[in-house]
């Protein structure tokens, strides 16, 4: 992305980060909040990746946006966390970036 450097640590099903559930505002009931954790390697700072316009397609090619930032994460706070609500049964998750890169979650998935 440009000269960003991220690298995804984690995305879970289910909206729990460290033992809190969190559901952006807006999500519907059909809907499950999706967490991904990434790690900053170069290029920018947590605020900035947290506040990055990042969405989610699944297999059916709908787009998912409803979303939140934090901007935290680490004791040296450079894991920024997206939470994005997706359908509570996905066949596939794909992180699209503003760049136009985008990143197959289904092998992050826990």
Do not use: C, Y
């Amino acid at each position: 992305m440009g000269d960003v450097q991220l690298q995804i640590t984690k995305a879970t099903l289910g909206g729990s980060t460290g033992g809190m559930v969190l559901a952006p505002a807006g999500m519907t009931a059909d809907q499950t909040p999706l967490v991904i954790q990434v790690k900053i390697v170069s290029g920018a700072d947590a605020t900035a990746v947290s506040t990055m316009k990042v969405w989610i397609t699944d297999e059916t090619g709908a787009n998912f946006e409803n979303r939140v930032g934090l901007s935290g994460g680490s004791s040296t706070n450079n894991e920024p966390v997206w939470i994005i609500a997706v359908p509570k049964a996905p066949a596939t998750l794909v992180l699209h970036f503003p760049s136009g890169e985008t990143v197959d979650l289904t092998s992050f998935l826990e």
